[in-house]
């Protein structure tokens, strides 16, 4: 089992950074999938950025690539997403997921993973 808590959403200017958090508690390894999907309104939960820690893969969608970066703090047990050069169209719900395993549908599937944090509002204004 694996509680998941994200922290940092917040509203920013387009061109402006923000970094997401994400805590991990509980029995984690070294062969999971960790990722960011995010939800805006009126829309379906897309994948943003995975990472597999079994080998360090790491994926970005299209619409993210060069300007957010995902990562691991191990010795913290915490997820992060760097994002910068924010856009009005990034403005969205951010969850944190992850799940045992190598999960790489591509596109990344909402039902490969089995345990999400609760989310965390990302505004950006134009």
């Known amino acids: 089992q694996v509680q998941l808590v994200e922290s940092g959403g917040g509203s920013v200017q387009a061109g402006g950074s923000l970094r997401l958090s994400c805590a991990a508690f509980?029995?984690?390894?070294?062969?999971?999938?960790w990722g960011w999907f995010r939800q805006a309104p009126g829309k379906e939960r897309e994948g943003v950025a995975l990472?597999?820690?079994?080998?360090?893969?790491?994926y970005y969608a299209d619409s993210v690539k060069g300007r957010f970066t995902i990562s691991q703090d191990n010795a913290k047990n915490t997820l992060y997403l760097q994002m910068n050069s924010l856009k009005p169209e990034d403005t969205a719900v951010y969850y944190c997921?992850?799940?045992?395993?190598?999960?790489?549908?591509?596109?990344?599937?909402?039902?490969?993973?089995?345990?999400w944090g609760q989310g965390t509002q990302v505004t950006v204004s134009s």
């Open positions: 997921t992850a799940s045992y395993g190598l999960r790489w549908n591509m596109p990344p599937r909402e039902a490969d993973f089995r345990y």
């Open positions: 509980g029995y984690t390894n070294a062969y999971m999938t």
């Open positions: 990472v597999y820690t079994g080998g360090t893969t790491t």
